[in-house]
Structures are given as C-alpha cells and as structure tokens.
C-alpha cells in the first residue's frame, strides 16, 4: 500500500511540474507582455487594441479595434496605420495582409482582416503616423 500512495504522489509531483513547465507559447512566453494598451516605441501615441469577438480564435477572419491617443489622453484622429506581425517564434509573417479600413471616431479606428492560422506566441505590429509623428508598437497575443 505505502509502494502505492509513493507511486501516487510521485505521479501527481511529475503531473504538476509538466503543467508548470507547460509552454504552449513557445521560448520565454512565460514572461511575455501580454498588454493590450501600451505606449508606442517613442512615446508619441497610446495605442489599445481590442478584439471585435473574444476570445480570439485560430483559423477565423476576424477584426481589431485600435484606440490611438496622445500620451494626455486625447484622441488622435486621421492617423495612417499599417497593420504587420507574424510569429517569432516560426520566422514566418501573418498568412493575411490586415488593413485599416475604418475611422470609428474619437481616436478609434478598425482593422480588418486578421487571422491566425496556428496556435503559439504572435504579434502584432502597427505603424502609426499622425499629427504628432510616425511611431511603432507591438502587441503579443498568446493563442
Ligand atoms: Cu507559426
């Protein structure tokens, strides 16, 4: 019996460090920036992205809401915005050209035509220009 209950919790040991070591995201998910509102690269905009349905799923077109404003809050308006990403992990791009498609007003714009055809560590990358200059941000999505 004591053989038994030793295997046991042996087990449930070995079973609970596979969960913790569990990486579905690919090297250094753990630690990734899973923000979905950060400052741009230079500090020019506020950049929020949201997505039109969660949760976000592998293998369907969908849409991003962009949210741009200055850092005192403000919202920017006429902004060009260039949507790229990929995986880092894979060294390959987004299997779609996303583009922005859509003023919505109060700084919020819409971005069409993602889709992520895998599971893992993505991002997403948007060029921002606008009154107060051109700027980058990055976004990791973990799916
Ligand atoms: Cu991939």
Redesign the pocket.
């Given at each position: 019996m004591s053989r038994f209950l030793v295997a046991l919790v042996a087990a449930a040991v070995l079973a609970l460090g596979v969960i913790y070591f569990y990486d579905p995201g690919g090297a250094g998910s753990e630690t990734l920036d899973l923000a979905r509102s950060k400052p741009s690269v230079n500090g020019l905009y506020i950049v929020a992205i949201a997505p039109e349905a969660e949760p976000v799923e592998t293998g369907v077109l969908h849409g991003w809401v962009l949210t741009l404003t200055v850092p005192d809050g403000a919202p920017v308006e006429d902004a060009q915005i260039e949507v790229g990403g990929g995986?880092p992990?894979?060294g390959?791009g987004l299997p779609t050209s996303p583009e922005m498609t859509t003023y919505l007003g109060e700084g919020r714009y819409r971005i069409e035509g993602v889709r992520f055809n895998?599971g893992?560590w993505w991002v997403l990358d948007f060029t921002v220009r606008a009154g107060p200059g051109e700027d980058t941000v990055r976004f990791n999505i973990r799916l």
């Open positions: 995986m992990d894979h390959h895998m893992g």
